[in-house]
């Protein structure tokens, strides 16, 4: 039998969770292989890449889309349970659950950001090169896993959310080693940590440091109060962290005082905690290659 699409899979995935018990990933592989009669063979078949199945590529998409969309949730890593929205799905004997029955919630709606249909999505396809589609593919992927890292942060205990900043501020060069930028932060209150870390491995020069784990915005009060902060401790650099979203205009207060203060809210959070693989590995890689022209042109 052929490899049902992810779209396909929506709804006997939802259908197996409908139990309301904690199922993992091996498990609801194994149910949708079931379902649709898929042999060894069919099971084994693997991507483009080499690196993984088909099918439990798929299975992963659709588990995502219908979590994206508030049906399942992870109750604890690699294990799906379906909520109370995903069983009031069921009791509507939905016929097939597609990406536009999905766009009825507004998670899903939030989550997808452009929605097109498949009519607009053909046009799409037909203006766009090969190169061009693989590359909205791969922002997908990325917003996806955007929004999975902002959700495991939040989730995470208090101090796990200051090992990631002291981390992630290492990576990108400062406070020197992880053991210096540990005794550096720490004081960890209002679900946020606050501490002064240096801006290079010499120590030149120090830099404070705030971060909050919010969901509410970051105004220009809280801005003011850090700013006055770094005027205590006679410093001109900062650093505000959060993990929502700071205010029009606590940005125009920041951009219009002399003193430097780099805001970093949660989006740009989870892209530099991607773009210095913290918290993530890479899956696969594709090498997209082109006709060397030059490698001929010498041979004649």
């Known amino acids: 039998m052929t490899i049902p699409d992810y779209q396909?899979?929506?709804?006997?995935?939802?259908?197996?969770?409908g139990d309301g018990k904690e199922h993992s990933r091996h498990e609801a592989i194994e149910h949708v292989s079931r379902i649709f009669g898929l042999s060894e063979e069919e099971k084994n078949n693997l991507l483009p890449s080499g690196t993984k199945p088909i099918i439990n590529n798929r299975v992963g998409w659709a588990k995502t889309y219908l979590k994206k969309a508030g049906l399942l949730e992870y109750p604890r890593r690699g294990y799906l349970k379906i909520t109370d929205l995903g069983l009031k799905v069921l009791e509507e004997k939905p016929k097939k659950?597609?990406?536009r029955y999905l766009k009825r919630f507004p998670e899903f709606l939030e989550f997808k950001k452009v929605i097109v249909t498949k009519k607009e999505y053909l046009k799409r396809e037909e203006e766009k090169t090969p190169l061009e589609l693989i590359e909205d593919g791969y922002q997908q992927i990325q917003e996806a896993l955007g929004h999975d890292l902002l959700e495991y942060i939040m989730k995470s205990p208090p101090a796990f959310f200051e090992r990631i900043v002291i981390e992630l501020l290492v990576r990108m060069g400062y406070g020197g080693s992880l053991k210096d930028a540990g005794k550096a932060i720490g004081h960890i209150g209002d679900e946020g940590i606050d501490g002064v870390i240096k801006e290079d491995k010499l120590g030149l020069d120090n830099i404070y440091v705030q971060a909050k784990r919010w969901t509410r915005s970051v105004g220009s009060p809280e801005l003011n109060a850090?700013?006055?902060?770094l005027h205590g401790k006679k410093s001109k650099k900062g650093i505000f962290i959060t993990t929502s979203s700071f205010t029009e205009k606590a940005i125009n207060y920041v951009n219009s005082i002399e003193t430097k203060v780099a805001l970093i809210d949660g989006e740009t959070l989870?892209?530099?905690?991607?773009?210095?693989?913290?918290?993530?590995?890479?899956?696969d890689t594709y090498k997209i290659k082109e006709l060397d022209t030059d490698y001929f042109e010498e041979k004649y």
């Not at 989870?270 to 899956?283: A, F, N, P």
């Open 8 to 17: 396909s899979i929506m709804l006997p995935l939802l259908e197996f969770a």
């Open 97 to 99: 659950i597609d990406n």
């Open 226 to 229: 850090f700013v006055g902060a």
């Open 270 to 283: 989870v892209q530099l905690m991607m773009d210095h693989e913290l918290g993530v590995i890479t899956r």
